[in-house]
């Protein structure tokens, strides 16, 4: 039987189905909401619905997603424990003939999602927010932090809890070096797997 929490998320999600805060709703296919249970101790913010996304219904199922799995898995973390949403729900893209190519969300549409994230947080109850990259983190700091600057850095966000900073799983597709990008995975898990100590640091704690 679903707990409290988990029957507001259902609610909330399809509440979200609707939302028309800010022109984004206008072009993607539909809304992509968080998916994990509710309590969970960690909760990670991204930044936006994909192209796979967009089309499944689900976060994180495209190719950062799919790393993002593996980078758990590796750390030792389970995602069926975690609950994964983005700052954004709405995929934001530029269409260039059969592809439609990611565009940064922009502040007024991380601000129009806002009520969004803070009813998931309500719900969810983490002990532990995990801010995957700058729009994640932004819109969990309420104003532009710097993630290179403050990765591995536990700060306090807006809904007064620790919040873990790290990048976001995109940013290691990018990077062009197989080399390189090994040892950027291996940096990532070595976040997740201090998030997962932390955060059952926390939940003793509580």
């Known amino acids: 039987m ?5 029957q507001g998320l259902d609610v909330l999600r399809e509440e979200a189905l609707g ?10 296919i539909q809304t992509v909401f968080g998916e994990g249970p ?8 991204g930044e936006q619905p994909g192209d796979r996304e967009d089309i499944e219904g689900r976060p994180f199922v495209g190719p950062a997603g799919q790393l993002f799995d593996r980078a ?3 750390a030792g973390l389970a995602r069926g424990e975690t609950y994964v949403t ?5 995929f934001k893209f530029e269409q260039r003939g059969k592809r439609r190519l990611h565009k940064k969300p922009n502040g ?3 601000e129009a999602c806002f ?3 803070k009813r998931e947080v309500k719900l969810v109850q983490p002990r532990l927010i995990v801010a995957l990259g700058a729009t994640g983190l932004r ?3 309420g104003k532009a932090v710097p993630v290179l600057a403050n990765r591995g850095q536990t700060l306090t966000s807006v809904f007064d809890l620790p919040t873990f900073v790290t990048v976001h799983p995109s940013a290691l597709l990018r990077i062009p070096e197989p080399e390189d990008r090994r040892e950027a995975f291996d940096a990532f898990v070595g976040d997740l797997k201090k998030i997962g100590r932390l955060v059952v640091r926390l939940r003793d704690a509580a």
């Open 19 to 28: 939302c028309r805060a800010c022109p984004l709703w206008k072009g993607p």
């Open 108 to 110: 007024t549409e991380i």
């Open 72 to 74: 758990l898995s590796a």
């Open 115 to 117: 009520p969004w994230l």
């Open 86 to 90: 983005n700052a954004v729900k709405h």
């Open 2 to 6: 679903a707990s409290e929490p988990e």
């Open 139 to 141: 819109a969990l700091m």
């Open 38 to 45: 509710a309590p969970a101790a960690l909760m990670f913010v």
